[in-house]
């Protein structure tokens, strides 16, 4: 199975900052990584796939990188909607999920 | 739209069986892959099983193998997840999800199954 660690698992940030959440793979993945944005009583969100594409309608503040087994998300300038807790996500193989991160004020 | 809405969550107890159900449309639902994914409280999500668009193929976690069934009806744009020997462990909030070919699409909203005495 492909494990997936997200790390910080909690981010504390103020409005306008850029912020970086990391999430590795336990074995290559290519480029098959989608993020995540989660509210509380709400289903996940997708926001980017396949490594770097932006989902229609997600702000672009928000992109994606990597490739093999180090990707990572990046928020260039943090807004009051985003503050959320993200998933990482392989589709290489079957699905998995990183635990997340809890990114708050 | 595409919109997916699940039902047939609840309360059931240990040992007992529920069905779960997964509404499609706006989208040519017999074309895609469809997935379940469960998500405990205050925990990640977890893939549970999927079944591709002609119900050739499926596949599940090692966690539910043997104990869940994954099944469709095309022509009623349903999809369908019977769970059997249920634990406490299997106490999560159940997501439908679309899927073109691999990469995850559209989740529902999901539907809520405790498994408690």
């Known amino acids: 199975d492909i494990q997936m660690t997200q790390s910080p698992s909690t981010l504390s940030a103020s409005v306008g900052d850029r912020i970086t959440i990391t999430c590795r793979a336990s074995?290559?993945?290519?480029?098959?990584l989608a993020w995540y944005q989660q509210k509380p009583g709400k289903a996940p969100k997708v926001l980017i796939y396949?490594?770097?594409s932006l989902e229609k309608g997600v702000p672009s503040r928000f992109s994606g990188n990597g490739s093999g087994t180090e990707f990572t998300l990046t928020i260039s300038s943090l807004q009051p909607d985003d503050f959320a807790t993200y998933y990482c996500?392989?589709?290489?193989?079957?699905?998995?999920f990183g635990q997340g991160t809890k990114v708050e004020i | 739209e595409v919109q997916l809405v699940e039902s047939g969550g609840g309360l059931v107890q240990p040992g007992g069986s529920l069905r779960l159900s997964c509404v499609g449309s706006?989208?040519?639902?017999?074309?895609?892959?469809m997935h379940w994914v469960r998500q405990a409280p205050g925990k990640g999500p977890l893939w549970v099983a999927r079944?591709?668009?002609?119900?050739?193929?499926?596949a599940y976690a090692d966690s539910v193998k043997g104990r869940f069934t994954i099944s469709r009806d095309n022509a009623k744009n349903t999809l369908y997840l019977q769970m059997s020997s249920l634990t406490a462990d299997d106490t999560a909030v159940y997501y439908c999800?679309?899927?073109?070919?691999?990469?995850?699409?559209?989740w529902g909203q999901g539907t809520l199954v405790t498994v408690s005495s």
């Open positions: 999800v679309r899927s073109i070919t691999a990469t995850p699409d559209k």
């Open positions: 706006g989208f040519t639902f017999n074309k895609d892959w």
């Open positions: 079944i591709k668009a002609d119900s050739s193929t499926t």
């Open positions: 074995q290559n993945i290519t480029v098959w």
């Open positions: 396949k490594t770097s």
């Open positions: 996500q392989q589709y290489n193989i079957y699905w998995t």
